[in-house]
């Protein structure tokens, strides 16, 4: 059954609009339509986990498959944890609000190492238990629908599933998008016949990208194997090509990460940088034809009403169609405001081209990734990238207009000298030294100096980084840093970067490790303000295990792998040879390629990039994972200028309208990002604000207190041309809400004052708890009466500055009275002496200057008469009041 979610999700809880599930484009399909129910659970906040374009696309898939059904859920901020936890109230999905434990199956993405902890979190909340042994009866024949099959995917997952392994039913390898569907199939069929949940997970091991953790065992060497016959002995990563029609996304109402449409140009890089995991893991490089790319673009932004659009790969520069593509879209969406941003890129491959396609009336921020400050560093590590090459590419944008750049450099890389560390500071000296133009600023570097974390199937894969190290060379940067102007650093956590290689090469024996950090209060251990908390569960949980010693290997530096790998003796070629814990994931990289190229990296030896030159025998090109896709750039087209905005004011139509329901609980600024987004949806001709950044001219005249609902806010709309009133409402309603509704609508002039600026008054009804006091109505008039027949109720405020005013609120109270008494039940109280309920009517001042009469301020006048405490239950406006 659903969750009363409307008891839960109330305006005290932080961005409330994030549990709502009523975002444009959400996928509410009826329960009973269908045989299987997905829960896509992204165990982030909201805000990160809405705007995942994998998770976007997942959810768009399973949706579309016959008598499947998907859902989502998030990892609650703590106030909404806390919250469930009081209530005893399990954690539910956002479109269907049905408890989690109701579907039949839960796909976590498991993106980065530490995250193993929220996941915990959210299953402790959704009353699931948290191991796989724990799902299922001693003898595992626990029918399916106990409990939902628990899975997890991503990068982190596919590296090395081992540290968490105890916590999932299976492991989705790879792609998702054809894997995800053949496993919605499986689970259809085995519901249809009655399967087990052990037969079931057993057809599902076959499935290629499947790994079921419990028919698998560690041995003594941390090695893993199969513990039955009927079980393949390595499991394949699936690869699957993009598909950016599924890319088109839900737009949420309140701010995300990712605030834009996102498209995927390019999967897989085959650049081979030797840190680079994603690099390895992503193999064979896959384009997507440039018109699928164009059409998907111009179709999601007139889908969404986004204003910026971003094109993603590990390398959007190796897509040699970036260019033309680029063009082709901002020529297309030239009228439209509407700006592209780019991820990190190769600052070789950065052009004049490139520069038109995301500059334009604000440059977006622009950032390149050198990794090392000497050639012979990003030699070893096979960046493929010259001085020259580095040069040429921030001079070009500093030439078009960048005098602000974002690099990225790693610290601890394998070979690494002192001489290197400081290369940091030389390579940033020298670009600044060479980007100078008369009368323009000296050119400002933003620098993230991350630590390097060894990672699982890539050449530096049996490296030991010392954390003491780390210590010692960010030292040595920011002495160097401190003497330097337009520079700003920025450096990774070390113990973060500790806990991550600790955890990410590991094997099964961490997951209790994992779990007790987690009951030690570990989690969103990638937020600054959880690391200290999160760095003190980990370390305890550690030791409580026994395993400071090994954590201590990586404080102190166990090995360089580059002296292990240059020593010729025995030892150093046994400890390169010995069993690793995911060497049963089959990546299609060859194992015995990763020991060649290391020894290349010995030599500062570059590997091309097969892409575009020869193959490099890494394993992976063959039927399993099939080959490069690369697409030759297309002619560039002519390119047509950037945006200009149309800041002609012909008409201004004004909108009364209603705020309700749900929609109560979106704030003013994301409800005026809803309204430039559905104005861009309705192709509807509004002015643009000149300047640097040009914004639609619709103003709001008063913004409306969270969760208050009204039937008279006042938005206005300057058009560029006229338009009939009955035409431009009728648009209007068919793009909005169904809780924000129109009741009028009238013309007025663009040289009038705005409702803003002519604002004088609004009148409200207020919902008060009487707290068990009565309702004797004289005795409110009674009360109501003083109020009205003062001159002075003097208020005191506490401004931004922190100074002190004196308010008298009766100058701002021009009516009062009492509307209705009664007891009626309300959300959320259980007493019923609680349930007595009054309704208030109240015209006070409302000017934008900030001379408000608020609904608490009432509150506090009531209270100041009486000497006694009301709750202020709801909060409506009737009307705004202009001069």
Same mark, same amino acid.
């Given at each position: ?30 329960? *009973? ?20 374009? $994998? ?23 703590? *106030? ?17 609000? @049905? ?29 699931? =238990? ?17 409990? %939902? ?31 995800? =569907? ?11 016949? $009655?399967?087990? /949940? ?22 003594? *060497?941390g090695s893993v194997h199969p513990n039955r016959s009927d ?6 990563? @699936? ?81 040699? !169609? ?28 950065? *052009? ?49 207009? #960048? ?65 003491? +190290?780390? +210590? ?9 840093? /401190? ?54 569960? #980990?370390?305890?949980?550690? !030791?409580? !295990?026994?395993?400071? #010693? ?6 102190? $530096? ?6 292990? !790998? ?17 060497? &049963? ?25 097969c892409s575009f030159e020869g193959c490099s025998h890494c ?25 200009? %905005? ?21 704030? &003013? ?26 914004? =639609? ?39 909005? %809400?169904?809780?924000? =509704? ?72 021009? +009516? ?60 409506? @406006? ?6």
């Open positions: 059954m659903p969750v009363a979610v409307e008891k839960l999700i109330t305006p005290e809880i932080n961005q409330p609009a994030r549990y709502l599930g009523n975002e444009l484009g959400a996928k509410h399909k009826p329960w *009973d339509s269908a045989q299987v129910h997905w829960a896509l659970t992204y165990p982030e906040i909201y805000e990160v986990g809405a705007s995942n374009l $994998g998770h976007i696309i997942l959810y768009n898939i399973l949706n579309t498959q016959p008598r499947q059904l998907c859902d989502r859920a998030y990892l609650p901020a703590p *106030d909404l944890a806390d919250k469930l936890r009081q209530t005893q109230t399990p954690l539910f999905a956002v479109e269907s609000r @049905r408890e989690l434990q109701e579907f039949d199956i839960l796909g976590f993405s498991l993106s980065y190492e530490l995250g193993a902890t929220n996941i915990l979190e959210m299953l402790d909340l959704a009353k699931i =238990p948290l191991t796989w042994k724990e799902r299922q009866n001693a003898d595992g024949k626990t029918p399916l629908g106990e409990y %939902p099959l628990i899975f997890a995917g991503g990068q982190t997952a596919t590296s090395n599933p081992e540290p968490y392994a105890d916590f999932f039913d299976f492991i989705a390898l790879g792609d998702g998008e054809e894997l995800l =569907p053949e496993i919605g199939l499986i689970i259809e069929e085995g519901k249809v016949n $009655g399967l087990t /949940r052990e037969d079931l997970l057993l057809d599902l091991a076959q499935v290629p990208g499947v790994y079921v953790p419990q028919f698998y065992e560690m041995a003594a *060497d079980v393949p002995k390595r499991i394949l990563r @699936r690869v699957a090509t993009p598909m950016p029609a599924y890319s088109i996304t839900m737009v949420p109402y309140v701010q995300t990460v990712h605030d834009r449409l996102t498209m995927e140009i390019r999967r897989g890089c085959t650049r081979g940088c030797r840190f680079c995991q994603p690099g390895m893991l992503t193999r064979p490089a896959r384009d997507v034809e440039p018109e699928q790319i164009v059409d998907a673009i111009e179709k999601g932004m007139k889908a969404t009403g986004y204003n910026e659009f971003s094109l993603l790969s590990l390398s959007c520069s190796d897509y040699l !169609a970036l260019p033309a593509l680029g063009l082709e879209v901002k020529n297309r969406l030239k009228n439209k405001s509407v700006s592209l941003s780019l991820p990190s890129q190769r600052v070789d491959r950065f *052009d004049e081209n490139i520069a038109n396609i995301i500059g334009g009336m604000r440059h977006s921020s622009l950032t390149f990734a050198p990794e090392a400050g000497t050639q012979r560093m990003r030699d070893i590590v096979n960046k493929g990238l010259t001085n020259e090459e580095l040069l040429r590419g921030v001079k070009t944008a500093y030439e078009q207009g #960048w005098d602000k750049l974002k690099l990225y450099f790693m610290i601890g890389l394998p070979g690494e000298t002192d001489a290197d560390v400081l290369g940091i500071a030389e390579t940033v000296r020298w670009l600044q030294r060479q980007c100078t133009a008369p009368k323009r600023r000296r050119l400002n570097i933003n620098l993230t100096i991350s630590n390097f974390t060894p990672k699982p199937h890539t050449p530096f894969q049996w490296h030991s980084v010392s954390t003491a +190290e780390f +210590e010692r060379k960010q030292e040595l940067l920011k002495a160097e840093f /401190r003497r330097m102007k337009g520079v700003k650093a920025n450096f990774t956590d070390i113990r973060i970067s500790a806990m991550e290689d600790f955890v990410g090469r590991s094997d099964r024996r961490l997951a209790p490790v994992v779990r007790r950090a987690w009951e030690l209060g570990a989690g969103m251990d990638a937020w600054w303000e959880s690391q200290d908390r999160a760095f003190a569960a #980990w370390t305890e949980a550690i !030791a409580e !295990a026994g395993m400071s #010693w090994k954590y201590r290997q990586i404080e102190n $530096g166990e090995w360089n792998v580059m002296e292990l !790998a240059e020593s010729e003796t025995t030892d150093s070629q046994q400890s390169l040879d010995q069993p690793l814990p995911w060497d &049963h994931i089959d990546t299609g990289i060859d194992k015995n390629w990763l020991k060649t190229d290391l020894q290349r990296a010995l030599e500062a030896a570059i590997v091309p990039d394993g992976v090109c063959g039927v399993d994972f099939g080959h490069n896709i690369v697409i030759e750039a297309p002619p560039i087209p002519q390119f047509s200028g950037h945006f200009v %905005p149309d800041s002609q004011r012909v008409e201004r139509i004004r909108v009364i309208m209603g705020k309700q329901g749900d929609m109560a609980l979106v704030g &003013h600024l994301d409800l005026m990002k809803l309204l430039d987004r559905m104005t861009r949806r309705a192709t509807l001709p509004i002015s643009f604000t000149g300047g640097y950044h040009p914004s =639609p001219r619709i103003i709001c005249a008063n913004a409306l207190p969270l969760g208050a609902t009204s039937s008279g806010e006042i938005i206005e709309f300057d058009l560029t041309e006229s338009m009939e009133k009955s035409v431009f409402i009728e648009i209007l309603k068919a793009h909005l %809400p169904a809780d924000l =509704p129109i009741y009028h609508a009238e013309y007025q002039s663009v040289k009038s004052q705005t409702a803003s600026q002519s604002l004088e008054k609004a009148e409200y009804l207020l919902t008060l708890s009487s707290s068990g006091l009565g309702l004797d109505q004289q005795q409110w008039r009674g009360w109501i009466a003083e109020i009205v027949n003062r001159q002075e109720m003097i208020y005191e405020k506490i401004t931004k500055s922190g100074k002190t005013r004196y308010i008298n609120l009766r100058e701002q109270l021009f +009516e009062l009275e009492l509307v209705d008494s009664s007891t009626r039940c309300q959300p959320g109280i259980s007493d019923p002496k609680d349930a007595e309920t009054v309704t208030l009517r109240y015209v006070g001042g409302c000017r934008n200057d900030g001379t408000q009469l608020r609904p608490e301020q009432i509150l506090y006048m009531l209270e100041q008469v009486s000497q006694e405490e009301f709750q202020l239950l709801h909060i409506h @406006r009737q009307r705004l009041i202009l001069q």
